[in-house]
């Protein structure tokens, strides 16, 4: 008999065990046990001040940073703990999700969070106390970036990306409660686990729940969804995952969404000018392709070359060599999707349009064509767009591409106002998709600006000198 994998909640700084709920992953169907959810003890009272709040951030940051040591302890038993359970609920290898937890630790790095404070406030004493202001005309203000209480809908994909979240939400004195996902019902738990290790009580631990319901669960959304309970729902997901969020927004409830993106790649003639070339663009094309083996919204889908047939073909075959090489060295043997490897087969037939490198068995195809294709490659799959000029690829960039990876660097200037007037979000030099800028906007956005709920006491007018 196989055994039901447990995963606990963590509400406001007490470990809830038990298996009163069987619930199943997103990804692979995978059965894992969870309390029963109290909603009760998922609110933090409004009558109640926020226990970050007259907290410094200088003291916040000194804490994390204790949690980053522990994060990498190779002893820390919350982390192994998290990891064994997660590899029966997760579509990558367990050796992924290691380096994942080993690269989670990195970002509570002192001078990452301070950089990440400084970038997103002007002034950042606004976290910690009221700002006097005077306008032009005399009139007095204090300014506050207050407290807010989130509810923080996680990834699945990236477990990176929880230490992240938990970090900006300590960041802003935020009142937390973070709902797991299928795919990873555990990172959160382990790194709150260790935090209260360090020290149980403290204001961070105290801020913080972390939860599993199934989305879309009218039973307990339409009960914490509601603004005299939260002020703003911070989600991650795919579009369904956001729709269903939006549903519950009002006065008083906001949205702030890091909601389904598309990244790409554009590659100039310039890759042609000797084999070396091509070889180097086609190599920093497939690293962009295969961050987190193309789990990840950075992950570049489609690759828009500028090259004629004879030289798009050689590009095709160079990007599939390199993407097959990563595919085999991740341990990572997922086959495609039934319906997504079905649609490649059939294009494979179609030679005049269509022509197509690997095998659906999850080893990597490259996919080239003279339009997009009409479904969304993942898990290892590129299409190569064969265009005349990149200025063709243009019109395929919507409000939904975020990053675009380029090459070569030099023509960068005379694309990044296009790309931008047609709601790209981010450009980046060919090969570096993966981990941005420390500091920089997110999906268009300074992240821990729009969390925090920005208070101004008017303090009436003074005549100016």
Same mark, same amino acid.
């Given at each position: 008999?196989?055994?039901?994998?447990? &995963?606990?909640?963590?509400?406001?700084?007490?470990? /809830?065990?038990?298996?009163?709920?069987?619930?199943?992953?997103?990804?692979?169907?995978?059965?894992?046990?969870?309390?029963?959810?109290? =909603?009760?003890?998922?609110?933090?009272?409004?009558?109640?001040?926020?226990?970050?709040?007259?907290?410094?951030?200088?003291?916040?940051? +000194?804490?994390?940073?204790?949690?980053?040591?522990? =994060?990498?302890?190779?002893?820390?038993?919350?982390?192994?703990?998290?990891?064994?359970?997660?590899?029966?609920?997760?579509?990558?290898?367990?050796?992924?999700?290691?380096?994942?937890?080993?690269?989670?630790?990195?970002?509570? +790095?002192?001078?990452? =969070?301070?950089?990440?404070?400084?970038?997103? !406030?002007?002034?950042?004493?606004?976290?910690?106390?009221?700002?006097?202001?005077?306008?032009?005309?005399?009139?007095? @203000? !204090?300014?506050?970036?207050?407290?807010?209480?989130? /509810?923080?809908? #996680?990834?699945?994909?990236?477990?990176?990306?929880?230490?992240?979240?938990?970090?900006?939400?300590?960041?802003?004195?935020?009142?937390?409660?973070?709902?797991?996902?299928?795919?990873?019902?555990?990172?959160?738990?382990?790194? #709150?686990?260790?935090?209260?290790?360090?020290?149980?009580?403290?204001?961070?631990?105290? @801020?913080?729940?972390?939860?599993?319901?199934?989305?879309?669960?009218?039973?307990?959304?339409?009960?914490?969804?509601?603004?005299?309970?939260?002020?703003?729902?911070?989600?991650?997901?795919?579009?369904?995952?956001?729709?269903?969020?939006?549903?519950?927004?009002?006065?008083?409830?906001? =949205?702030?969404?890091?909601?389904?993106?598309?990244?790409?790649?554009?590659?100039?003639?310039?890759?042609?000018?000797?084999?070396?070339?091509?070889?180097? &663009?086609?190599?920093?094309?497939?690293?962009?392709?295969?961050?987190?083996?193309?789990?990840?919204?950075?992950?570049?889908? !489609?690759?828009?070359?500028?090259?004629?047939?004879?030289?798009?073909?050689?590009?095709?075959?160079?990007?599939?060599?390199?993407?097959?090489?990563?595919?085999?060295? @991740?341990?990572?043997?997922?086959? #495609?999707?039934?319906?997504?490897?079905?649609?490649?087969?059939?294009?494979?037939?179609?030679?005049?349009?269509?022509?197509?490198?690997?095998?659906?068995?999850?080893?990597?195809?490259?996919?080239? @064509?003279?339009?997009?294709?009409?479904?969304?490659?993942?898990?290892?799959? &590129?299409?190569?767009?064969?265009?005349?000029?990149?200025?063709? &690829?243009?019109?395929?960039?919507?409000?939904?591409?975020?990053?675009?990876?380029?090459?070569?660097?030099?023509?960068?200037?005379?694309?990044?106002?296009?790309?931008?007037?047609?709601?790209?979000?981010?450009?980046?030099?060919?090969?570096?998709?993966?981990?941005?800028?420390?500091?920089?906007?997110?999906?268009?956005?300074?992240?821990?600006?729009?969390?925090?709920?920005?208070?101004?006491?008017?303090?009436?007018?003074?005549?100016?000198?």
């Amino acid at each position: 008999m196989t055994t039901t994998v447990s &995963a606990p909640f963590f509400l406001r700084g007490t470990l /809830i065990e038990g298996d009163d709920v069987v619930q199943r992953s997103r990804d692979l169907g995978v059965a894992f046990a969870t309390p029963q959810l109290s =909603l009760d003890q998922a609110v933090h009272p409004r009558s109640e001040v926020p226990p970050l709040l007259d907290v410094p951030v200088t003291d916040i940051i +000194d804490f994390l940073v204790e949690a980053g040591k522990r =994060l990498r302890d190779p002893g820390n038993p919350f982390l192994a703990d998290c990891l064994e359970r997660m590899t029966s609920t997760h579509v990558l290898p367990r050796t992924m999700l290691e380096a994942q937890l080993e690269y989670a630790a990195t970002y509570l +790095d002192r001078r990452v =969070l301070e950089t990440l404070v400084e970038q997103n !406030f002007p002034d950042p004493r606004a976290l910690d106390g009221w700002i006097p202001k005077q306008d032009f005309t005399g009139r007095r @203000s !204090f300014i506050r970036a207050f407290a807010p209480r989130l /509810i923080h809908v #996680l990834p699945g994909n990236a477990p990176s990306v929880v230490v992240e979240c938990i970090a900006q939400a300590a960041l802003v004195k935020a009142v937390n409660l973070f709902k797991m996902s299928s795919s990873d019902p555990f990172t959160a738990v382990g790194i #709150l686990r260790t935090m209260a290790d360090i020290d149980p009580d403290h204001a961070v631990v105290r @801020s913080m729940s972390a939860v599993y319901w199934r989305g879309g669960d009218e039973s307990v959304e339409r009960v914490l969804f509601r603004p005299q309970y939260f002020d703003k729902i911070v989600a991650w997901g795919g579009g369904d995952a956001i729709d269903n969020v939006i549903k519950y927004l009002g006065p008083g409830l906001q =949205l702030v969404s890091f909601d389904p993106k598309t990244s790409i790649s554009m590659v100039g003639r310039e890759a042609f000018a000797s084999e070396k070339s091509v070889d180097r &663009a086609a190599e920093l094309a497939a690293a962009d392709i295969m961050v987190l083996n193309q789990d990840a919204c950075v992950a570049s889908r !489609f690759v828009y070359l500028e090259a004629d047939p004879a030289q798009s073909d050689h590009f095709c075959e160079r990007l599939y060599a390199h993407i097959s090489e990563k595919a085999a060295a @991740s341990g990572d043997s997922r086959p #495609l999707a039934p319906d997504l490897r079905e649609q490649i087969d059939t294009l494979a037939m179609l030679d005049d349009e269509f022509r197509v490198w690997g095998r659906t068995d999850g080893t990597g195809v490259v996919i080239r @064509s003279d339009e997009p294709v009409d479904f969304h490659p993942i898990n290892k799959t &590129a299409n190569v767009v064969r265009v005349d000029s990149l200025d063709d &690829a243009l019109r395929h960039v919507t409000v939904a591409t975020q990053t675009v990876g380029f090459y070569p660097f030099d023509r960068i200037p005379a694309y990044r106002d296009r790309l931008a007037a047609r709601s790209a979000q981010r450009i980046v030099h060919l090969g570096e998709a993966g981990p941005s800028t420390i500091g920089n906007p997110h999906d268009a956005m300074y992240p821990l600006h729009r969390f925090v709920h920005w208070m101004a006491h008017e303090d009436g007018t003074t005549p100016a000198e």
